[in-house]
């Protein structure tokens, strides 16, 4: 039934929380991240003496990264069965959510690029360095869209029986405002709104993880409820 | 507020707008945690800095916001009664109310800006634009909000409905109450 590929999609989410911690915190160490405040020196060493740990890491971690792939549209097919006929939200959603994968998968290759050649010039690592992480964390928009119309399509359901309940909706709008502080990491070298700051940086990545986890058990009981009422409706 | 009272105690609003305002809060209350440390640590800059803002254009933001959540309690109390039409008034003068804010802050920004304090000159500005651009954030969201509610009276209205323009109602009185916390902190208290 479609409800198999429909958990499997939800699993990914899963997926990529683990491979992603893996790679990205465990095997390249960027957690905590390397300071913005960092000399080209200090950052060029950063890459030299951990070249293996990153590049093994960041494979991992790109293909975490394509695991949000299928997530997102689990997460659109729920949506549309909220919107029916004129799906914007889901298809914004899923526009959003695409872009967002493509937001996750390119720092990794920036870094591995300054993993590749951490001999050469201190400057260009930190070139690479900066450009994955501004990548990273400043990207808050294509994020805000996502829950925010995820948001949105919940609280427009009409339906005697509710996709997701109504306090997931407001959820997804507290995630999308929390992301906001992201896009002030262009100003800061140091602080809570610099990319390794308190404000900027923690707080939306925990709320990211909490909210994997909480719509992956929406998700769970969304799929088991549909396939509930497509059964009886078989009968 | 002078409709009779409930037979059974009521939470207003649906439940989940709750998540929404109390996590928010726990959000702001965050931010003015971590400016009350930095503050503790050079209370000096702070002082220094708070007292190049202007406390009129705040006051009367604070003043408006005010008006606008009392606009807002007067609408949905005229709602539950079934005056719609009266309703939507209230619900977009409150609405004006929060322009009115918000052109008071572009004109504030603009003139901090063009006295060349920005988001870097120090610590304090960085704080004061942070926490005054994502507030504005909100109001921008919460003027939404009540447009979309004013809209929405010129329907017949279930008790559902009703619970939704709480909702929204509950979402702009934090909007308040946010720029209630915020204008001490950044403006008067040292």
Not at chain 2, 147 to 168: C, H, P, W
Request: hydrophobic residues 55%; contains cysteine; aromatic residues 14%.
């Amino acid at each position: 039934m479609n409800s198999k590929s429909q958990l499997f999609c939800a699993w990914c989410g899963i997926g990529f929380l683990l491979l992603f911690t893996a790679g990205w915190w465990f095997l390249a160490r960027f957690l905590p991240p390397p300071a913005p405040s960092l000399d080209a020196a200090e950052v060029a060493a950063i890459y030299q003496q951990h070249t293996g740990g990153i590049r093994f890491g960041l494979v991992l971690a790109m293909i975490a990264a394509a695991l949000t792939a299928p997530w997102v549209a689990v997460i659109a097919i729920q949506l549309r069965r909220i919107e029916g006929n004129t799906p914007a939200l889901a298809y914004t959603m899923l526009v959003a959510g695409a872009v967002g994968v493509l937001v996750l998968l390119l720092p990794t290759l920036l870094w591995t690029t300054a993993a590749f050649r951490p001999e050469r010039g201190a400057d260009l690592v930190m070139l690479l360095n900066d450009l994955g992480w501004l990548l990273f964390v400043m990207t808050f928009s294509p994020f805000f869209i996502q829950n925010l119309v995820i948001g949105l399509a919940i609280l427009g359901d009409k339906g005697a029986e509710p996709v997701f309940p109504r306090w997931l909706g407001y959820f997804n709008i507290w995630v999308a405002i929390l992301f906001v502080p992201g896009g002030l990491v262009t100003f800061f070298k140091t602080g809570p709104f610099a990319w390794n700051g308190l404000l900027a940086f923690w707080l939306p990545l925990v709320v990211f993880f909490i909210w994997f986890l909480i719509m992956f058990a929406a998700l769970l009981s969304a799929i088991r409820q549909q396939s509930g009422t497509t059964a009886s409706s078989a009968v | 507020m002078t409709s009779p009272p409930p037979a059974i105690q009521r939470l207003p609003g649906e439940a989940g707008i709750w998540v929404l305002v109390l996590g928010d809060m726990c959000v702001f209350g965050l931010f003015f945690g971590v400016f009350t440390y930095f503050q503790g640590l050079n209370p000096e800059l702070y002082s220094q800095s708070q007292a190049t803002l202007n406390t009129h254009y705040g006051a009367v933001n604070t003043l408006l916001l005010l008006l606008s959540s009392w606009l807002v309690v007067v609408a949905v109390d005229g709602l539950r009664e079934g005056h719609n039409i009266r309703a939507a008034k209230f619900l977009i003068s409150a609405f004006l109310c929060g322009a009115g804010f918000c052109v008071i802050k572009v004109i504030e920004y603009s003139e901090k800006i063009s006295s060349g304090i920005g988001i870097t000159t120090n610590e304090f500005f960085m704080y004061y634009y942070v926490l005054t651009g994502l507030h504005f954030l909100h109001v921008l969201i919460g003027m939404a909000v009540l447009i979309y509610l004013a809209g929405k009276t010129r329907r017949e209205l279930s008790d559902k409905d009703i619970q939704v323009f709480e909702s929204g109602a509950i979402f702009w009185h934090m909007v308040d109450l946010l720029w209630i916390v915020i204008f001490p902190l950044l403006y008067l208290v040292n």
